[in-house]
């Protein structure tokens, strides 16, 4: 059966913002959460906050910008990543710079919008931490509901996505640990933009950067809506 007019208008607002991560919103449980929600509420304790470790410098200017699926993502001569194998990507530098670009194509992947061929792997080897296996099993859940109230078949992406990375904000960043903010964009209800905030934490292992899993697998407790960004930095191709 086809899914009815009301299914298709929810599950276009719920593919919005959703489509990430960062990303990446930056899982499908994130949107519906944030809308609920006004701007201005106070956020969850583990929300991204405004004060933070100033001191990291990335230069973003000279990054080159790709589509990926409908999301504009930056790549790095120098920082990463440095393979690309079909929609994977890997070899971070051990930088700043390498674990921003880490984080917003880690995060990415791991959305259930590319399929289980793109977000099983990715969670399986590129993250780390005790909650992976809650959050593979988090994200094949939204994949399985998701593709079958799009009518997609087992396996297959869901589609493109309509997400803008808009800026960061670092909160901590040393050799080995970087913590940073993300900020991405999307349609909302009513054709309204709503921004999600994510707060990322990477560590440096087996010579690449590793994302850590979000407690109990739940991105939620990492995120918040935000309506202003000052103190985070714009990324230079938002488009």
Same mark, same amino acid.
């Given at each position: 059966?086809? #899914? ?7 599950? &276009?607002? &719920? ?27 106070? +956020? ?5 906050? *405004? ?5 990291t ?16 993502? +930056? ?7 440095? =393979?690309? $194998? ?25 959305? +259930? ?12 080897? *590129? ?15 939204a ?24 800026? &960061?904000?670092?909160?901590?960043y =040393? #050799? ?14 009513g ?6 905030s =994510?707060?990322? *934490? ?23 809506? $935000? ?7 714009? &990324?230079?191709?938002?488009?």
């Amino acid at each position: 059966m086809s #899914p009815s007019l009301r299914q298709r208008r929810r599950l &276009f607002v &719920f593919l919005g913002v959703a489509a990430v991560l960062i990303a990446a919103g930056v899982l499908l449980a994130v949107l519906p959460a944030a809308q609920n929600s006004s701007p201005g509420s106070p +956020p969850a304790p583990s929300a991204p906050a *405004q004060s933070a470790d100033t001191s990291t410098k990335v230069d973003v200017d000279g990054w080159r910008w790709a589509d990926f699926h409908g999301v504009r993502l +930056p790549y790095s001569a120098s920082d990463g990543p440095r =393979t690309l $194998v079909g929609d994977r990507a890997y070899g971070f530098a051990p930088s700043p710079a390498g674990a921003l670009l880490a984080a917003l194509h880690l995060g990415m992947r791991a959305s +259930p919008r590319w399929g289980p061929a793109v977000f099983e792997p990715t969670i399986a080897e *590129q993250f780390t931490g005790s909650d992976r296996p809650a959050l593979l099993r988090a994200v094949r859940a939204a994949y399985d509901s998701v593709r079958a109230v799009a009518g997609v078949a087992e396996g297959r992406p869901i589609g493109r996505a309509y997400v803008v990375e808009e800026a &960061f904000h670092w909160q901590a960043y =040393t #050799p080995g640990l970087a913590i940073v903010d993300v900020v991405a964009a999307g349609p909302g209800r009513g054709g309204v933009t709503v921004r999600i905030s =994510t707060r990322l *934490q990477l560590v440096w292992r087996d010579e690449d950067w590793r994302m850590v899993a979000p407690s109990s697998g739940d991105w939620t407790r990492s995120s918040a809506p $935000v309506a202003d960004l000052t103190g985070y930095t714009l &990324f230079p191709d938002r488009g």
